[in-house]
């Protein structure tokens, strides 16, 4: 007799229920198991991992980590409103796993690192080199630009460029002048608003400085100064509504980059667009492709008619000759000046130009606002910094300039101190993404894996930094005197990952020479003008953070300035 015929002798009833119960031990065997899964150090997306299964015939070390929710892992550590990297920081501490952590959101695999030792390792390794790309970010064109191009020729390409023609010492000393007018425009505008309301609120007027700080280096444009009230306080384009337009193309950029996407970590919620990232980002870039387009032709007329138009792209230091200084031309003029074989095409301009107005804009006006809030919250440091503002310009009354930063090494101190306690970019922006299996120490970490690095928690280590959460500058001062090139020993350009805030490796910031410089010389000049002080004498300075897509002041600085005579 066969097996199957002796079904023939169950019961209809009963064989339904043999059935029954065979289809809920099934389930209720694969819930176990994918529940143990979501339990398992690092959460599904590392349970998932050959990882799990050994590397080269041998189990790796697992990394600690939490497991997080069944089935989403850390999301709600990463959604908006979120302080992501305070969160990471507490975990990295409770699992003992500074060094390296694993975690999940959604079914994407992370790595942290709390450490600068191994966070040096991770980000000078070859193996992350790349970066994961938001479908946010693939979408507004960025995976054609220097930030998230794929490592490869290409990427290459781009970096070679901008280190030549737009980051290069020469091109920022170049830049010098135009950046010293609009500090000049800025203190301006503070005077003209404190008379009007007897108050400022300085985060639209840095913003609109860092942007038109960038908009020289890459268009060759200048934009007028708009407050909250509408009162122009420059105006050389007539190009109002430009600035306008402009301005809103690079806040729907930023809030769209910023918001958490659920489809980035769960693939087949990509298909839905349930919160509606793809089709904004499209609209937005629509919106680019024209904008962008447009000064891209109207370089391309002009130089067709060969008129040499200094609004478009001269050096703005008096005398300078265009002809002999090519790096006065603008970015776009770089770009169309390429040899064919390095040539972009018209797309890729247009997204290479737009990061470099996205990424230059930001960081600079929030480090600003950072620093103000500090120097009203310690008024005997701003003393001290405005002592050394005074004895380096000494009796003759003129404006502090780039030849000064030098010897100001105390405001140079502020800089990295507020960098240290309040990084614009905590987790270091952007992640990496490793490009093949790799080892961190004795963890086997396999490829598509993204690594992040919590800046803020390096930073605010006690191990690391002595009375890591008192604002003291004094600690990158040098103890003996050097001269007029006297100036802090500590570098925060990427070599030092005990603050790195521009991150390290392949991926570090291109224009950090550029940003420094520009944050040193307007700090300089707001503390030699005016004495920062709180809004209200009985109230200090809300100091919240809110992390978008950097860590800004989650209340916009209210204060009151007062002019100083030097």
């Given at each position: 007799m066969s097996w199957e015929s002796c079904f023939l002798f169950i019961p209809q009833n009963g064989f339904s229920s043999l059935l029954l119960n065979f289809n809920v031990l099934l389930c209720s065997f694969l819930f176990v198991a994918v529940f143990a899964l979501c339990l398992s150090p690092g959460g599904i997306a590392w349970a998932l991992s050959k990882s799990r299964v050994g590397h080269h015939g041998h189990a790796p070390t697992a990394i600690p980590g939490p497991s997080g929710l069944p089935f989403i892992g850390l999301v709600l550590a990463f959604c908006n409103g979120s302080l992501t990297h305070r969160v990471l920081a507490k975990l990295s501490e409770s699992f003992r796993a500074r060094s390296l952590m694993a975690f999940s959101v959604g079914f994407t695999r992370f790595v942290v690192s709390s450490q600068p030792e191994t966070a040096k390792e991770l980000l000078n390794s070859s193996a992350f080199a790349d970066r994961p790309v938001k479908e946010s970010a693939y979408e507004l064109l960025f995976h054609r630009a220097m930030g998230f191009a794929p490592y490869g020729e290409y990427w290459r390409n781009l970096?070679?460029?901008?280190?030549?023609?737009?980051?290069?010492?020469?091109?920022?000393?170049?830049?010098?002048?135009?950046?010293?007018?609009?500090?000049?425009?800025?203190?301006?505008?503070?005077?003209?608003?404190?008379?009007?309301?007897?108050?400022?609120?300085?985060?639209?007027?840095?913003?609109?400085?860092?942007?038109?700080?960038?908009?020289?280096?890459?268009?060759?444009?200048?934009?007028?100064?708009?407050?909250?009230?509408?009162?122009?306080?420059?105006?050389?384009?007539?190009?109002?509504?430009?600035?306008?337009?402009?301005?809103?193309?690079?806040?729907?950029?930023?809030?769209?980059?910023?918001?958490?996407?659920?489809?980035?970590?769960?693939?087949?919620?990509?298909?839905?667009?349930?919160?509606?990232?793809?089709?904004?980002?499209?609209?937005?870039?629509?919106?680019?492709?024209?904008?962008?387009?447009?000064?891209?032709?109207?370089?391309?007329?002009?130089?067709?008619?060969?008129i040499n138009a200094t609004h478009g792209g001269s050096c703005p230091i008096k005398g300078s000759d265009q002809s002999e200084d090519e790096d006065g031309r603008d970015f776009v003029d770089v770009l169309l000046d390429l040899e064919k074989e390095n040539r972009l095409s018209n797309s890729d301009m247009i997204a290479v130009l737009w990061e470099m107005i996205f990424r230059g804009t930001d960081t600079v006006a929030i480090l600003l606002e950072w620093i103000l809030a500090r120097m009203i919250l310690h008024p005997e440091i701003q003393s001290k910094a405005q002592s050394e503002i005074d004895a380096v310009i000494g009796g003759n009354h003129r404006q502090v300039s780039d030849s000064d930063l030098p010897k100001l090494a105390?405001?140079?101190?502020?800089?990295?101190?507020?960098?240290?306690?309040?990084?614009?970019?905590?987790?270091?922006?952007?992640?990496?993404?490793?490009?093949?299996?790799?080892?961190?120490?004795?963890?086997?970490?396999?490829?598509?894996?993204?690594?992040?690095?919590?800046?803020?928690?390096?930073?605010?280590?006690?191990?690391?930094?002595?009375?890591?959460?008192?604002?003291?500058?004094?600690?990158?001062?040098?103890?003996?005197?050097?001269?007029?090139?006297?100036?802090?020993?500590?570098?925060?350009?990427?070599?030092?990952?005990?603050?790195?805030?521009?991150?390290?490796?392949?991926?570090?910031?291109?224009?950090?020479?550029?940003?420094?410089?520009?944050?040193?010389?307007?700090?300089?000049?707001?503390?030699?003008?005016?004495?920062?002080?709180?809004?209200?004498?009985?109230?200090?300075?809300?100091?919240?953070?809110?992390?978008?897509?950097?860590?800004?002041?989650?209340?916009?600085?209210?204060?009151?300035?007062?002019?100083?005579?030097?």
């Open positions: 970096r070679r460029i901008s280190a030549t023609h737009l980051f290069s010492p020469r091109r920022i000393a170049c830049f010098g002048e135009f950046r010293a007018r609009i500090g000049v425009e800025m203190v301006e505008a503070m005077r003209v608003l404190m008379q009007m309301n007897g108050e400022i609120q300085v985060r639209k007027l840095l913003h609109y400085g860092s942007l038109n700080n960038v908009m020289m280096s890459v268009f060759g444009r200048s934009y007028e100064f708009v407050t909250e009230l509408g009162q122009s306080h420059r105006s050389d384009s007539g190009a109002g509504n430009e600035a306008a337009e402009l301005e809103g193309l690079v806040s729907e950029g930023y809030e769209l980059l910023g918001i958490f996407n659920w489809s980035d970590h769960f693939p087949l919620l990509g298909l839905l667009d349930i919160q509606g990232v793809k089709k904004r980002c499209k609209k937005l870039v629509s919106r680019v492709n024209v904008f962008v387009g447009k000064i891209i032709e109207e370089h391309r007329e002009r130089r067709t008619h060969n105390y405001i140079q101190a502020i800089v990295k101190e507020t960098l240290r306690l309040h990084p614009p970019g905590p987790l270091l922006s952007w992640a990496r993404l490793s490009i093949h299996d790799t080892n961190i120490g004795q963890h086997f970490i396999p490829a598509g894996t993204t690594a992040v690095v919590n800046m803020w928690s390096i930073t605010h280590d006690e191990q690391v930094w002595p009375e890591p959460n008192r604002f003291n500058p004094d600690r990158f001062m040098i103890k003996q005197d050097l001269g007029d090139d006297r100036s802090a020993v500590f570098s925060i350009m990427g070599s030092d990952l005990r603050l790195a805030p521009f991150g390290s490796g392949r991926r570090v910031c291109p224009g950090k020479a550029m940003g420094l410089a520009t944050v040193e010389l307007w700090l300089a000049q707001m503390l030699q003008s005016f004495k920062w002080v709180p809004a209200n004498n009985d109230s200090g300075v809300d100091l919240s953070e809110t992390l978008k897509l950097s860590l800004e002041m989650k209340n916009s600085l209210v204060c009151k300035v007062i002019p100083r005579v030097y």
